[in-house]
């Protein structure tokens, strides 16, 4: 069965410093992994997607992702986060229909 | 495209009541799926359609809960009867076919059973 696990339930930065949010997934077949944020009182927005091709992917509000296919990881990464990055963040995986989500990780970004 | 719309935002209604949210699809999406997020149990898959037919509803809690597509363009979720443990936000999202396609979600309608 396909799984995706976010070990952190929150992550607090400081501005302007880097941040990782990590992500696990299992599957035996292959996947297709997406990234998506939600604010306060709103839907899930896609960050980026990976489907095939370069491992390194590259999303919206300079958010990136790598795909390590040994690992089965798909971490997200910002250089340098700003205050209004402050959301709950969501990996998920496709492999067929469904879309399954990981529980979340918090983003928590301090002045 | 005003992507995926629900309606209401907001319910709160009283226990025993019957409750539907709606759902109008990105036009041209042949995928709908409606999810329940609450704090204890994150995001839950309940329901998904393909081409307007229900394909697996293993994530519908109990019998009280039940979901239609009777178009392409709007689908609904009822819960009747209502109980509190219903309170959540429940999301509808819409997706092409194709392989890797991500799902577009809705505003969500925050529900709140009294």
């Known amino acids: 069965a396909q799984s995706v696990t976010q070990l952190d339930s929150q992550v607090p930065v400081f501005e302007e410093a880097p941040v990782e949010l990590r992500c696990n997934y299992s599957?035996?077949?292959?996947?297709?992994l997406f990234w998506y944020v939600q604010y306060p009182n709103q839907g899930l927005q896609l960050l980026l997607k990976?489907?095939?091709?370069?491992?390194l992917v590259k999303g919206i509000n300079g958010f990136e992702a790598e795909f390590n296919k040994s690992q089965t990881s798909f971490h997200l990464r910002k250089p340098s986060v700003h205050i209004s990055d402050t959301a709950e963040y969501f990996c998920?995986?496709?492999?067929?229909?469904?879309?399954?989500f990981g529980t979340g990780t918090r983003l928590q970004v301090f002045p | 495209d005003a992507g995926v719309i629900q309606s209401p935002r907001h319910e709160v209604t009283e226990m025993g009541q019957e409750v539907t949210l709606r759902c109008k699809p990105i036009?041209?999406?042949?995928?709908l799926f409606w999810y329940r997020q609450t704090m204890m149990r994150g995001l839950e898959l309940l329901i998904y359609?393909?081409?307007?037919?229900?394909?697996?509803d293993s994530g519908m809690p109990e019998d009280r809960f039940s979901a239609k597509m009777p178009n392409a363009s709007f689908s609904t979720l009822k819960i009747q009867p209502s109980e509190p443990r219903d309170s959540a936000v429940y999301f509808c999202?819409?997706?092409?076919?194709?392989?890797?396609?991500?799902?577009?979600f809705g505003n969500g309608t925050r529900l709140t059973v009294t």
């Open positions: 999202a819409s997706s092409f076919r194709r392989e890797g396609s991500p799902l577009h």
């Open positions: 599957s035996s077949v292959s996947v297709y």
């Open positions: 990976y489907l095939s091709g370069s491992t």
């Open positions: 998920a995986a496709r492999n067929t229909d469904k879309l399954i």
């Open positions: 036009s041209g999406h042949d995928y």
């Open positions: 359609f393909n081409n307007n037919v229900p394909i697996d």
